[in-house]
Nanobody, 122 residues
């Protein structure tokens, strides 16, 4: 089973940008669809974006379309999340996860990282 680990969170002002990385190990990343989830305090975990095994297909939740970009470099076993025009509503712990099922099915993600905090100040 693949292991994943996120990095790159931090504090940013509203309107700013932040990039997250997710390093996969244990198995070849290209064997998996990858996704980013987030969980804000007191809220349920939200499926934010996903990418299929070769990067040819992506999906975004409506609230981040046009602001977030998911990408992957399978040669580096790394998945990226570029977040632009951040708002306080984007504040959450962001989790990377891997799935051996359809990239668009949040129920298929079963290898989780420890999460990285993203805080957007107003």
């Amino acid at each position: 089973q693949v292991q994943v680990a996120e990095s790159g969170g931090g504090l940013v002002q509203a309107g700013g940008s932040l990039s997250l990385s997710c390093a996969a190990s244990g198995r070849t990343a290209s064997d998996y669809a990858m996704g980013w989830f987030r969980q804000a305090p007191g809220k349920a975990r939200e499926f934010v974006t996903a990418i299929n095994w070769n990067g040819g297909l992506t999906w975004y939740v409506d609230s981040v379309k046009g602001r977030f970009t998911i990408s992957r470099d399978n040669a580096k076993n790394t998945i990226y999340l570029r977040m632009n025009d951040l708002t306080p509503e984007d504040t959450a712990v962001y989790y990377c996860a891997a799935s051996s099922h359809s990239y668009r099915d949040p129920r298929g993600y079963n290898s989780w990282g420890q999460g990285t905090q993203v805080t957007v100040s107003s």
